[in-house]
C-alpha cells in the first residue's frame, strides 16, 4: 500500500493542509515543533481509528474549530484506482468512508478486511521506527516478542499470547487439579461424596419401610383377634353378674311358687269394711236415740213454766193505742193557736206605732169615700204647684232677656258714622270713575299717534341717506379738484357737500308732541284732586256698611219694648195660683183630724194610714176566732182523759197523763212474747218423736245384714270372722309378689329351666364364677395393650418415613452439585481447550517461521555492516551475533550504532518475511541520529533501494543527497 | 358430556438443573414445585368435578423416587376419591412397574399393567370411556407393543388411548421409546390419545386429539414457557381441548440492552428488568445483556453485580432468579486472533480429546460428568473464547 496524498482538514493543531507523498521513498522535513509527530498520529489514526481513552495517545482533537479528522489517497497494490480513506468525528473511533476510484463508497469493516485485521498497536511496533526502539534491542527484540509479532501477522485483536496463557492457567488451577484440595471441583466433588453418603444411608433407611409395613399389617390382624375374644368375655361377664344380682328374687321365687301351690282361699268381698261399717252405723243409731231423749224431756219442763194471756184485755189496751196520734195531733194544735194569737198582737201594736195612735180606735173612719176625696185633693194640689212654678221661669227668662237687648242698643250707638263723611266719600267715587274714562281715552290716542310717527321716520332715513350721498360725493370731488389745484370748482363742491350737511341737520329737527302733553295734563290735574280729598277727611270705610248699621240699632229698639209688656202679664198670673195652692192645703188638715192620725204626717201618706187602719181592724176579728177554736180542743182532752182512767183500773195500771201510752205498748209486746213461745216449744217435741222412731227402725236392718255377713264364712262370733279375713288377704299378697317376680325374671331372660337351675346355687359359687372371667378379662386387656403400643411405634415410624422429605431434599442437593460439578468441568474444558490450541499454535509458528526470518536478518545485518557480521542466532540466553571472525556478541556488546543496526535488521527481515500478510508504508522517526555520515549512507541506500514499501521518513535534519521531489519541507511553524 | 385431564410426566421430586448456588428459600420452592403444580392440577380437577384423569407416564422421577413422592400421590389420589374422581395410570421409563411400589394407592386409581389393557369406566353422564394403554416394565420397552391396542369397531361409547412414546418425526433430546406415527394411531379409531414422554407440549393432531401435554412444571433452562395439563371436554363426536398452566416457577429466556456498563447503572438496570418481571410469579431466567457501546466492565465487577441481584432475590416470595447473565458487547470482537487459530486446529480431534481427557480421566470426577459423546467441540470453544475474553478484561 502506498500512501498518494495526506488531506489533513484539522488534526491538533495542523489545519487545511494537503500533503502530496506519491513517492516511494519521501523525506519529510521539518523543524522541532513542525508537526512532524502529529502528523504520523494522523497517518495512525485515519487508518485504524482516532485514538480512544484507553490509549496513553491524546486525541488532538483541535481546539479552534471543529474539523476533526482528514483523509489519505492511497494505492493498494490489488486496487485499480487510488482509494480515498476520510475518517470524520463521529463515534469514538471516528466514521470511516472509503470511496474507490470506481465511484463506489465502502464502510470501515471493508478497510479492516484490506488491511489484513491489522491493529493501531501491531502497526506501530513492527512498521514505525524511532529512536527510543532502537536503543533496547535486547528488550524489545527477544525471541517471544518476535513470535509475538509473527503470530500475530493475519490476525486480529491486540492481546499478546502469553498473557492469555497465564490467565488461562490461573483460572484453570482455581477450578481444578488432579490430586488438589483447595480448587473449586475438588471442593465440589468432596462434598458431594458426603452428599452421596448420606443418601446411601437413608436409602437403607427407606427400605425398613417395607418390613414396617408388613409389621403393620400383623399386628394389626393379632390385636383385633384378642379384641374379639375380649369382646365375647365381657358379654359372659355380663350374664354373670346379671345372675348373681338377680340370685335373691330367683331363690324368693322359687319359695313363693312353693306356698302358693294350694286350694284358694274365699271371703266376701270387702268383707272386713262392710262388717265394721255395719257395727260403727248401729253404734251411732244407738247414741242418736239417747240424744234426742234427753233433749225431749228438757223441753216438756220448758213449755209446763209458760201462762198465755187474756183475749179481752188485749183488745182494750190496743183500742187504746189506736187513739194515740189523735189525742197528741189535738195537744199540738193548742199550742198552735196560742202562738198565732200572741204574733197578731204583736202586729197590731207595731200598726199603732207606724200611724200614730196611742190606743185602737174603732169608731174611725176608713171607707174608699174617704180615700177617693184625700185623692183627689192631693192631684189638685200637685196641679198648682207645677203652674206656679212655670210662671216663675218665664219670668226669670224675660228679665234676662231685656238685659242682653239693652247692652245691643248701646253698643251699635257706638258704632254710628257721621252724615258729613259719607257725603265726601260719595264725591269722591265719582271721581274717581271720571279719571278711568280719561284714561282709557288717552292711551287710544296715544297708540294711534305712535303709529303715524313711525310711517314718518321710514320716510325720513330715506332722504337723509341720499343728502348724505350727495352732501359726501360732493365734498369728495372738492377735495379732488382742490388737490388738483383746481381751487374753484373745488369750492363749489366743497360748499354744496357742506350746506347739503348742514340741510340735513336742520331737518332733523324734533318735531312737536303738543296733543299728547295736554291729555297727560288733564289726567295728572284729576289725580291730585282725588289725592287732596283723600288726604283731607277720613274716607276708609264701605258706605254699604254704614247703611246697614242704622237698620240693625232701629229694629232693637221695638223687641226691648214687646218684652217689658209681656213680664207685667206674667207677675198678675202668679200671684192667682198662689192663693188657690193655700186652700187645699186646709182642706188635707182637716181630713187628718178625722182620721186621728198625727197632723204632722205628710199629706201623701194619708192614703196609706187609711190601709194601715185597715188591716188593724181586721187582725182584731181573727184573734178572737182563734180563741174560740182552743176552748173547744180542751174540752175533747178532758173527756178522752176520764175514759182511759176507767178501762185500765181493772187491770191493775196506774195512769199517769205523761206515760199512758209508753205503758200500754210495753204491756201489749209482752202478752205477744209468751204466746209465740208457747208455740214453737211445742212444734219442736212433736218433731223429736217422730225422729226416735226412725232411728229404732234403722238399728235393726244393720243387725240383720250383720248376722248375713258371719253365716258367709260360717263364723260364730266377730273374732272368727277377722281371722278368716287375714287369711284370705295373706293369700292374695303372695300372688302379687309371684306375678311381679315372674314379670321381673322374664323380662330379664331368665326362662323356667334356668330360673329353677339357679335357685339351686349357692350365691358365693356365682360370685366366684364371676371372678374368674374377671381376671381373665385384665390378662386379655393388658396384652392388647402392649400390642397397641407396638402398633403405636410402628405406626410413627411409618409416619415418621412418610413425612420425612430428608432422601428427597438430599437428592435434590446431589443433582445440584453435580450440575454445579459438570458446570465448572465444561468451564475447565473449554478454557483447557483454548490452552492447547494456543499452545499448538505458538509451537507451529516456533518451528516454521521463525528461522525464515532470522536468515533474512542474518543477511541485512550481514549487508548493512558490509560484511562485518555474519550471523545472527537466537539461543536460551536470547539473541547473539557472530562477527566475521567467528566471535559471538550480545548486543550490549555492541557499539549503540550496530546494535541499531542489528534492530533494524530484524524489523526489516519482520516486514519481509509479514509480506505475505501486510504491504503498509514504513514511518521512520528520526531513527538515525547516532548513526555517521557513511552508516546513514547506507541505510538510506537500503531503505531507498532494498524495501519494497512505500517508506515515510520523518526528520529534523535535511538530508541533502535526496533528491528535492522526494523531499517535503514542512517550512512555517503550524500554528 | 365427558370431563377429564390429560396430564404427563409429573416428575415429582425431579432434581432441577441449574449451575447457580440458591439460597434456602429459593431453593425449597424449586424443591416443592413439582408438588405444587401437581396439587393446583387437583384442585382443578375437583373444582370442575371431572370424570377422571388420565396420566401418560413418568408421575415419578427416577433420579428422586423417594418415599416423599409416593405419600404426596396417595394423598391426592385420596383427595380425588374423595370427590368421586377416577384415575388412570401408566408407568413410563422413568418410573417402571419394576421400580415398585412401597405404598397401595387407593381404589380409584387403575394402573396399567406391561400390556396393553383396557379398562371400561361409566362418566357421571352415563357415557361409556374405554381406555388402553400399557406400563413400562422396565425402565425402557423391549417391543414395540402399538400392536397391542384394540382397534375400536364398536362405534359406541368413547375410547382414549393412553401412550407413553415419542413421535417418529420428532425430533426431541429424550430417549427415543415406543416410536409412533400418526397413521398407527389413527388405525385405532380412538376419539383422544393421550401421550407422555416429550416435555414439550405439542398438537399432533386436531382430529381427533392426539397431543403431549408436555410435563407439568419446568425442571432447566430448556424447559422454559408455561406447563400445565390438558383439560378435554366433550362427547364421542367432538373433543374440545384447553391447555391449563398450572407451573409454580416458570424457565424463561430473555434480553436486555444497557447503555452503560458502570456497576451502579449495569445493576439498576437489571434490577428494573427484575421488577417487571416479577408480576408473573416466580422465574428462573436466562439473561443476556447487549452492550452497544465502548464501555466495558471487569470481571471483579461484574462477578459483583452478579452477587448483588443474587441476594437481592435471598428472600422474596415471587423471585426472579438469574439462573445465567450474559453479557454481550456489540462493538468488541476482540481476541480475534482466536480465529486464525480456530481455523487452523478445530478440525483437529486429538487437540480437543486432549483436552477433555483431563477431566474424564479422573475416576471421581467421570462418574458426575455428562457422557463424553455429548460434548459439542465447538460449543466448547465458543464458551472457552467467552470466558476468556472475560478472564483477559481484568
Known sequence: ?975 | MVKFIHCADLHLDSPFKSRTRMPGGILNALMDSTYKSVERMIDFAIENKVDFIVIAGDVFDRANRTLKSEIFMKRQFGRLKENGIFAYVIHGNHDPLTDGFKTVWPDNVTVFKENVETYEMISSKGERIFLHGFSYFLDDSYENKLDGYPVNTMNEGIHIGLLHGTYSKGSYRQERYTEFNLETLNQKLYHYWALGHIHQREQLSDLPPIQYSGNIQGRHKNEYGEKGFIYVKGDDVYLDTKFIPVQDIMFSEYTLDVSSLNKQDLYQSIVEFKHRLREKGKQIIQLTLYHDGDEIISEPDFNEVIELLKEDERDLKDFVWIDNLHLKYMNQDSIALLNDIKASYSSNDTLFKEAVNSMYMDPRLNRYLLPIQELEQEDLLDEGEERLKMLMRK
Open chain 1, 1 to 975: 500500500m502506498k500512501i498518494i496524498s495526506l488531506n489533513i482538514y484539522g488534526y491538533g493543531k495542523i489545519t487545511e493542509t494537503e500533503l502530496n507523498t506519491n513517492q516511494k521513498f519521501v523525506q519529510i522535513f521539518g523543524e522541532n515543533e513542525a508537526g512532524k509527530s502529529t502528523m504520523q498520529s494522523f497517518i495512525h489514526s485515519i487508518l485504524f481509528g482516532f485514538p480512544t481513552r484507553k490509549e496513553q495517545e491524546p486525541r488532538r482533537e483541535p481546539r479552534m474549530h471543529n474539523l476533526y479528522g482528514g483523509k489519505l489517497t492511497v494505492q493498494f497494490p490489488d486496487e485499480p484506482g487510488p482509494v480515498e480513506i476520510e475518517r470524520i468525528k463521529g463515534k469514538v473511533q471516528g466514521d470511516v468512508k472509503i470511496y474507490l476510484n470506481d465511484g463506489t463508497v465502502r464502510s470501515e469493516d471493508w478497510l479492516i478486511k484490506k488491511l489484513n485485521f491489522i491493529d493501531k498497536k501491531t502497526y506501530r511496533s513492527i512498521f514505525s521506527f524511532d529512536v527510543l526502539g532502537l536503543q533496547d534491542i535486547h528488550k524489545n527484540m527477544t525471541e517471544d516478542k518476535l513470535q509475538e509479532y509473527l503470530l500475530r501477522a493475519g490476525a486480529l485483536g491486540s492481546h499478546e499470547y502469553d498473557e492469555m496463557l497465564s490467565a488461562i492457567d490461573a483460572e484453570l488451577k482455581s477450578i481444578y487439579k488432579k490430586n488438589g484440595i483447595n480448587p473449586k471441583v475438588n471442593q465440589e466433588l468432596e462434598e458431594i461424596a458426603g452428599v452421596n453418603e448420606k443418601i446411601k444411608k437413608l436409602e437403607q433407611h427407606e427400605e425398613r419401610y417395607k418390613t414396617l409395613i408388613n409389621e403393620q399389617s400383623k399386628t394389626e390382624e393379632s390385636l383385633n383377634a384378642k379384641k374379639n375374644a375380649l369382646h365375647q368375655l365381657e358379654t359372659i361377664r355380663k350374664q354373670k353378674m346379671k345372675e348373681v344380682m338377680y340370685h335373691s328374687d330367683i331363690k324368693a321365687w322359687k319359695s313363693l311358687e312353693d306356698k302358693l301351690n294350694i286350694e284358694p282361699v274365699v271371703f266376701p268381698e270387702q268383707g272386713v269394711e262392710r262388717y265394721e261399717g255395719l257395727k260403727n252405723q248401729s253404734q251411732q243409731i244407738q247414741r242418736d236415740i239417747g240424744l234426742r231423749a234427753e233433749k225431749l224431756k228438757s223441753l216438756k219442763n220448758e213449755i209446763s213454766l209458760i201462762d198465755l194471756p187474756d183475749k179481752d184485755h188485749l183488745a182494750c189496751l190496743e183500742r187504746i193505742q189506736k187513739r194515740e196520734p189523735d189525742i197528741k195531733q189535738k195537744k199540738l194544735e193548742v199550742t198552735r193557736l196560742n202562738t198565732a194569737v200572741e204574733n197578731l198582737e204583736d202586729d197590731i201594736h207595731n200598726l199603732q206605732k207606724d200611724i200614730g195612735w196611742q190606743q185602737e180606735y174603732d169608731d174611725v173612719d176608713d171607707s174608699n169615700i174617704v180615700k177617693e176625696s184625700v185623692q183627689k185633693l192631693l192631684s189638685k194640689l200637685d196641679e198648682a204647684v207645677l203652674e206656679e212654678q212655670y210662671l216663675i221661669r218665664e219670668i226669670d227668662h224675660l228679665k234676662s232677656d231685656i238685659r242682653q237687648l239693652d247692652q245691643d242698643i248701646e253698643h251699635l250707638e257706638d258704632s254710628q258714622i257721621g252724615e258729613e263723611r259719607l257725603r265726601i266719600k260719595k264725591e269722591l267715587i265719582d271721581r274717581e270713575y271720571e279719571l278711568k274714562e280719561k284714561e282709557k281715552m288717552f292711551k287710544l290716542i296715544e297708540k294711534d299717534y305712535e303709529r303715524e310717527k313711525r310711517e314718518r321716520n321710514k320716510v325720513k332715513r330715506g332722504q337723509s341717506i341720499l343728502i348724505i350721498g350727495i352732501s359726501v360725493i360732493a365734498l369728495l370731488i372738492g377735495i379732488y379738484y382742490l388737490f388738483s389745484s383746481n381751487w374753484l370748482m373745488g369750492g363749489v363742491f366743497a360748499a354744496i357737500g357742506i350746506v347739503t350737511l348742514l340741510l340735513l341737520m336742520l331737518t332733523n329737527q324734533k318735531e312737536d308732541e303738543s296733543l299728547k302733553t295736554d291729555y297727560q295734563k288733564e289726567v295728572h290735574e284729576l289725580e291730585d284732586i282725588i289725592d287732596t280729598i283723600k288726604r283731607n277727611n277720613d274716607v276708609d270705610f264701605d258706605i254699604n256698611d254704614a247703611r246697614n248699621l242704622k237698620m240693625d240699632l232701629k229694629t232693637q229698639n221695638t223687641k226691648r219694648i214687646s218684652s217689658n209688656v209681656k213680664l207685667e202679664e206674667m207677675k198678675e198670673a202668679l200671684s192667682v195660683k198662689e192663693a188657690l195652692n193655700d186652700s187645699l192645703n186646709t182642706d188635707l188638715l182637716n181630713v187628718k183630724k178625722n182620721l186621728r192620725v198625727n197632723p204632722d204626717i205628710e199629706n201623701k201618706y194619708i192614703v196609706d194610714a187609711i190601709h194601715t187602719i185597715r188591716e188593724i181592724k181586721q187582725k182584731r176579728n181573727q184573734i178572737n176566732r182563734h180563741k174560740l177554736e182552743i176552748d173547744n180542743i180542751k174540752k175533747e182532752l178532758r173527756e178522752f182523759k176520764t175514759e182511759v182512767k176507767n178501762d185500765i183500773s181493772s187491770m191493775d195500771m196506774q195512769y199517769d197523763d205523761s206515760s199512758i201510752f209508753y205503758d200500754v205498748k210495753s204491756t201489749v209486746s209482752k202478752m205477744y212474747k209468751d204466746q209465740s213461745h208457747y208455740t214453737r216449744l211445742d212444734d219442736q217435741i212433736k218433731l223429736l218423736e217422730n225422729e226416735i222412731n226412725v232411728l229404732e227402725e234403722r238399728n235393726s236392718v244393720s243387725a240383720q245384714k250383720v248376722q248375713k255377713l258371719f253365716e258367709y264364712v260360717d263364723a260364730e262370733d266377730e273374732e272368727e270372722y277377722y281371722y278368716y279375713a287375714r287369711k284370705h288377704e295373706e293369700y292374695h299378697d303372695n300372688i302379687a309378689k309371684f306375678k311381679e317376680l315372674t314379670t321381673k325374671l322374664d323380662e330379664e331372660h331368665f326362662d323356667y329351666d334356668s330360673r329353677n337351675e339357679l335357685a339351686r346355687f349357692l350365691l358365693a359359687d356365682l360370685k366366684e364364677e364371676e371372678e374368674n372371667i374377671s381376671t381373665q378379662i385384665e390378662e386379655f386387656n393388658s396384652k392388647i395393650q402392649h400390642e397397641q403400643k407396638a402398633l403405636a411405634e410402628i405406626n410413627s415410624e411409618i409416619a415418621g418415613l412418610e413425612s420425612d422429605g430428608k432422601l428427597s431434599e438430599l437428592n435434590h442437593m446431589f443433582e445440584m452439585r453435580k450440575n454445579q460439578i459438570q458446570g465448572l468441568s465444561r468451564e475447565y474444558m473449554s478454557l483447557n481447550y483454548i490452552r492447547i490450541l494456543i499452545e499448538t499454535h505458538i509451537k507451529a509458528i516456533k518451528d516454521e517461521r521463525l528461522p525464515i526470518v532470522i536468515e533474512e536478518a542474518r543477511s541485512i545485518f550481514e549487508s548493512v555492516t558490509r560484511g562485518r557480521y555474519i550471523n545472527v542466532i537466537y539461543d536460551e540466553d536470547g539473541i547473539k551475533v557472530r562477527h566475521s571472525n567467528g566471535q559471538l556478541f550480545h548486543p550490549l556488546e555492541l557499539s549503540q550504532s550496530t546494535k541499531e543496526m542489528l534492530y533494524i535488521s530484524l524489523r526489516l527481515s519482520l516486514i519481509k518475511a509479514l509480506k505475505g500478510y501486510y504491504q503498509l508504508p514504513l514511518i521512520i522517526d528520526d531513527a538515525f541520529v547516532h548513526f555517521d555520515r557513511e552508516r546513514k549512507k547506507i541505510i538510506m541506500d537500503y531503505l531507498r533501494n532494498e524495501v519494497t514499501d512505500q517508506v515515510l521518513y520523518f526528520t529534523c535534519n535535511l538530508d541533502s543527497s535526496i533528491p528535492s521531489q522526494q523531499t517535503i519541507k514542512l517550512k512555517e511553524k503550524v500554528k
